[in-house]
């Protein structure tokens, strides 16, 4: 017998292979735990790359700090943002959300 057949077969006389039974029960929880949670953790992260990658001059931007600016200036890996009258330096990393494309899809929906 092969394959998965193999695994709920008879191992000597009249018992089971609990080693086999350990192993597939171990592989079932591993499947469970990608798809519920690193799964979903990945595609959250490359969303947030692409918002990152998509940031555009005027777009109205949240930092990981709470502060609310306009994107005036981009660099690599920097983002210059106007908050009130200040002018703040930030990493590009630390954009959390753009403001003004949520509301843009909230009205599409």
Known sequence: MHGILAVFAPSGPGGTNPLAITIFQ??????????LMIRPQRQQQKKHQELLA???KGDQVVTSGGIIGEVIFL???????KSAESRLLVARSNIATVLNREAEEKKKS
């Open 75 to 81: 660099k690599d890996n920097e983002v210059t943002i």
């Open 26 to 35: 171990f592989a079932i929880i591993g499947g469970i735990l990608y798809f």
């Open 54 to 56: 998509s940031l555009q």
